[in-house]
């Protein structure tokens, strides 16, 4: 079983800047992708940023150039650090892990953690 806790949201004024991070904890193998969604009031959750074991990254349009996705193996640990934040950032947002094992791939998610960008 693989238990991930995010830390790191709340609420900040248009402009500023957070940084989640997300811990994984538990059977970790070594073919998996970090990522962080995240899911407004009334919309569907969405894909934010994508992070692979060796480093490779994919980011939303919506987010690219003020979002970076990175991690720490050694940590199991995956950061999202958010610059120039706008209010229509503001959302739930999740972390999520899916990796192959033996048994097929498997995913899981973490309990959220809440973000708003208000002034």
């Known amino acids: 079983q693989v238990q991930l806790v995010e830390s790191g949201g709340g609420l900040v004024q248009p402009g500023e800047s957070l940084r989640l991070s997300c811990a994984a904890s538990?059977?970790?193998?070594?073919?998996?992708?970090m990522n962080w969604y995240r899911q407004a009031p009334g919309k569907e959750r969405e894909l934010v940023a994508a992070?692979?074991?060796?480093?490779?990254?994919n980011v939303a349009d919506s987010v690219k150039g003020r979002f970076t996705i990175s991690r720490e193996n050694v940590k199991n640990t995956v950061y999202l650090q958010m610059n120039s934040l706008k209010p229509e950032d503001t959302a739930v947002y999740f972390c999520?892990?899916?990796?192959?094992?033996?048994?097929?791939?498997?995913?899981?998610w973490g309990q959220g953690t809440q973000v708003t960008v208000s002034s």
């Open positions: 538990g059977s970790i193998f070594n073919i998996n992708v």
């Open positions: 999520n892990l899916r990796q192959w094992t033996t048994s097929g791939l498997l995913e899981y």
């Open positions: 992070i692979t074991r060796s480093g490779s990254t």
